[in-house]
């Protein structure tokens, strides 16, 4: 994408004391910094104080990027040599993320090969708040949005749960309440894309220099939505199917939005499901009720299943705890800890693999000085 010559304050797009800090080693080189705006496999489109440019990672980032979680993503700040007549970004590193939004993905073209295994896919970078939208028609799924706050803890960002769809519900005051039961803490918001009401709420998320990604399944309104805000229909939008309320993802490709009053946000594809890639407290936040019940257990390693004095088990038969809550909450803790074991698998043979080519390239090393001193 070629350079629109528009200017683009750095406050407005996020840019902060954090990045501030970590761009100082890159200032005295003639570096620029940008924000990612749209990723296309290899290829980026990066919006910094000169405009917006097409850009692509340099040779030498290729060679020290260990895992598809090091290639930048929408909404990472990266550090660039700016070739303006070219029109071109040449990407040398990406700064610290603040936050992180991720799920596991099988690589493809374009990225470090790992042999088709399982590897962090970095959705949004440098995230303030979340929307988290659910549909109030057949999209609407408790046991899904759990999940969904869950990720979100785990990303350093702030959950927001946006109920869209209010028009469709004569029971929407049960509806929230449902949803407030199970994320204690977490703001509930009830709106209509289709009508603009309750969407003055979410200013107050959007803040000058604020970003907030939308998140959610096809069909939920995240673009309508984002298409209010703008003050246009900059985003495609369609009809989701009657029977199952299934989107036709729309979205096909993340990207970032800087609003006109403020703010910025990130349009993400629908995701019906989607898996966890690691867990840094975030389930323990989502599900802090039945954290608390597991602190009261007598033993502190209690699998809650049969052991006495498990104060999980006598919520659940007294019906404090909603047992359909807890097994998606065991659900996530199983789902969490395989993970975290195949992880460590491939840690192991991937730390194996580099220490093997170390020793081979001593041994050749030692064979070279053994030849030299036996020649002399």
Same mark, same amino acid.
């Given at each position: 994408?070629?350079?629109?010559?528009?200017?683009?304050?750095?406050?407005?797009?996020?840019?902060?004391?954090?990045?501030?800090?970590?761009?100082?080693? $890159?200032?005295?080189? !003639?570096?620029?910094?940008?924000?990612?705006?749209?990723?296309?496999?290899?290829?980026?489109?990066?919006?910094?104080?000169?405009? =917006?440019?097409?850009?692509?990672?340099?040779?030498?980032?290729?060679?020290?990027?260990?895992?598809?979680?090091?290639?930048?993503?929408?909404?990472?700040?990266?550090?660039?040599?700016?070739?303006?007549?070219?029109?071109?970004?040449?990407?040398?590193?990406?700064?610290?993320?603040?936050?992180?939004?991720?799920?596991?993905?099988?690589?493809?073209?374009?990225?470090?090969?790992?042999?088709?295994?399982?590897?962090?896919?970095?959705?949004?970078?440098?995230?303030?708040?979340?929307?988290?939208?659910?549909?109030?028609?057949?999209?609407?799924?408790?046991?899904?949005?759990?999940?969904?706050?869950?990720?979100?803890?785990?990303?350093?960002?702030?959950?927001?749960?946006?109920?869209?769809?209010?028009?469709?519900?004569?029971?929407?005051?049960?509806?929230?309440?449902?949803?407030?039961?199970?994320?204690?803490?977490?703001?509930?918001?009830?709106?209509?894309?289709?009508? =603009?009401?309750?969407?003055?709420?979410?200013?107050?998320?959007?803040?000058?220099?604020?970003?907030?990604?939308?998140?959610?399944?096809?069909?939920? !309104?995240?673009?309508?939505?984002?298409?209010?805000?703008? !003050?246009?229909?900059?985003?495609?939008?369609?009809?989701?199917?009657?029977?199952?309320?299934?989107?036709?993802?729309?979205?096909?490709?993340?990207?970032?939005?800087?609003?006109? !009053?403020?703010?910025?946000?990130?349009?993400?594809?629908?995701?019906?499901?989607?898996?966890?890639?690691?867990?840094?407290?975030?389930?323990?936040?989502?599900?802090?009720?039945?954290?608390?019940?597991?602190?009261?257990?007598?033993?502190?390693?209690?699998? =809650?299943?049969?052991?006495?004095?498990?104060?999980?088990?006598?919520?659940?038969?007294?019906?404090?705890?909603?047992?359909?809550?807890?097994?998606?909450?065991?659900?996530?803790?199983?789902?969490?800890?395989?993970?975290?074991?195949?992880?460590?698998?491939?840690?192991?043979?991937?730390?194996?693999?580099?220490?093997?080519?170390?020793?081979?390239? $001593?041994?050749?090393?030692?064979?070279?000085?053994?030849?030299?001193?036996?020649?002399?």
């Amino acid at each position: 994408m070629s350079n629109d010559n528009s200017n683009t304050s750095m406050i407005s797009l996020g840019w902060d004391q954090h990045f501030e800090k970590h761009f100082e080693p $890159y200032s005295p080189d !003639g570096l620029v910094p940008g924000r990612v705006e749209a990723e296309h496999r290899n290829l980026y489109r990066v919006v910094c104080e000169c405009g =917006h440019f097409s850009a692509e990672v340099s040779g030498r980032f290729i060679n020290s990027a260990v895992s598809r979680g090091d290639y930048p993503a929408v909404g990472d700040w990266v550090v660039m040599n700016l070739l303006e007549k070219e029109q071109k970004g040449i990407i040398q590193a990406v700064l610290e993320r603040k936050s992180c939004f991720s799920r596991k993905a099988v690589l493809s073209g374009g990225m470090p090969d790992t042999g088709g295994k399982t590897a962090e896919q970095v959705l949004a970078a440098n995230i303030d708040t979340v929307f988290l939208v659910s549909g109030l028609d057949n999209n609407f799924n408790i046991r899904r949005i759990e999940r969904y706050v869950t990720v979100a803890y785990n990303s350093g960002a702030t959950p927001v749960i946006i109920l869209n769809k209010a028009d469709l519900r004569d029971d929407l005051d049960e509806c929230v309440s449902e949803v407030q039961e199970i994320a204690a803490g977490v703001d509930v918001l009830a709106v209509s894309a289709a009508s =603009h009401a309750g969407l003055d709420a979410l200013q107050r998320y959007l803040a000058v220099g604020k970003t907030v990604a939308f998140l959610g399944s096809s069909g939920v !309104g995240k673009s309508t939505i984002i298409n209010t805000l703008l !003050g246009e229909q900059r985003l495609k939008t369609r009809e989701v199917s009657g029977e199952d309320s299934r989107g036709r993802h729309t979205t096909t490709h993340r990207e970032l939005i800087v609003l006109p !009053g403020g703010g910025v946000v990130i349009d993400t594809p629908g995701m019906r499901e989607i898996s966890l890639w690691d867990d840094t407290g975030g389930l323990q936040k989502a599900f802090d009720d039945i954290e608390a019940f597991a602190r009261q257990c007598r033993f502190h390693d209690c699998t =809650h299943e049969s052991e006495p004095g498990c104060a999980v088990q006598a919520a659940l038969a007294d019906g404090r705890l909603d047992a359909a809550r807890f097994g998606n909450y065991v659900k996530l803790q199983k789902e969490i800890s395989a993970f975290a074991i195949r992880k460590d698998k491939q840690l192991y043979r991937q730390t194996t693999r580099e220490r093997d080519k170390k020793h081979r390239r $001593y041994f050749k090393e030692m064979q070279k000085v053994n030849k030299k001193f036996r020649e002399r």
